[in-house]
């Protein structure tokens, strides 16, 4: 399978993750400067008018109710906000990607490393984020350009959001946090995984214990019963040894499982670590 993106931007899972990300950076670019690496960035923007958004619909079950839906709670704004400054008030027709809110988001002292893999990707992502000036690209495989190019002191977020092809991608994604932090044992990390079946997530959460990486946080948003495999059921995020955000990510898991989804559920809760 070629994953591209463009077929899902803008849908629930993209609404999870991106407006969690903007709340965990605005805490994080509180303190000293940070270093971002995004390990699968994609294109950076997408354009929501191609064939391919408007075959899958996803976008206008996702951003185009939650950008219409006078409930969405306030934690949605900064996300709203990015999400207007490309569109104005008019029809939604461009969606922003992680690069594209990470570089916005960023203060001059920071920095972002943008990883992609697929050249015809990559050469989008490259000109988004040309005119950004603490933001730089690299062409190659994001698990390992992350160890590369994680310093090894200062504040580090890696961004992990693998397009999960390979079988191998869960276990990648524990190597690359281990890996990095060894290097630097401040590294915090966001992760993004589907919910399709319970057996798969559940085993990697084992595995994350098992690895002893720290205290982490999980978030579930799911919006149908995990009954059929072959579906995105939900979404997960893993914060691993971040902030307290609990009220904000319940809330945003809570208002997509709910408002977006078919008997959605939410949940939020620590993961133990040894």
């Known amino acids: 399978m070629n994953y591209r993106h463009v077929y899902h931007a803008g849908n629930f899972a993209d609404l999870v993750k991106h407006a969690a990300l903007l709340q965990l950076v605005a805490r994080l670019t509180q303190g000293p400067p940070l270093t971002v690496i995004d390990t699968h960035a994609g294109r950076g923007l997408y354009d929501l008018a191609s064939p391919e958004a408007r075959k899958s619909g996803e976008a206008a079950a ?35 990607g992680s690069p594209w809110l990470i570089a916005r988001s960023l203060r001059p002292g ?23 000036p603490n933001a730089r690209t690299a062409e190659g495989d994001g698990f390992a350009l992350a160890v590369e190019r994680c310093p090894s002191q200062g504040r580090v977020l890696l961004l992990i959001d693998p397009p999960f092809e390979r ?7 524990i190597a690359t946090l281990a890996a990095a932090r060894r290097r630097n044992p401040r590294a915090q990390a966001l992760v993004w995984l589907p919910l399709k079946d319970l057996e798969t997530f559940d085993a990697f ?33 893993v ?22 989804g078919e008997a959605g559920q939410s949940r939020v809760y620590p993961l133990s670590s040894s």
């Open 205 to 237: 959460l084992r595995d994350l214990e098992d690895a002893e990486l720290g205290p982490a946080m999980v978030v579930e948003a799911r919006i149908r019963p995990l009954s059929d495999p072959m579906k995105m059921n939900g979404c997960a995020l």
């Open 62 to 96: 996702g951003v185009v109710r939650l950008m219409a839906a006078p409930d969405a709670p306030p934690v949605f704004g900064p996300l709203k906000a990015a999400t207007l400054a490309l569109n104005g008030k008019g029809e939604i027709l461009r969606y922003p």
């Open 239 to 260: 914060l691993v040894d971040g902030p307290d955000l609990t009220a904000a990510f319940s809330a945003i898991s809570q208002w997509v499982a709910q408002s977006l």
């Open 167 to 173: 079988p191998d991608d869960y276990d990648r994604i």
């Open 110 to 132: 920071d920095s972002y490393l943008a990883c992609e893999l697929r050249p015809e990707e990559y050469e989008a992502l490259r000109v988004a984020l040309r005119d950004r």
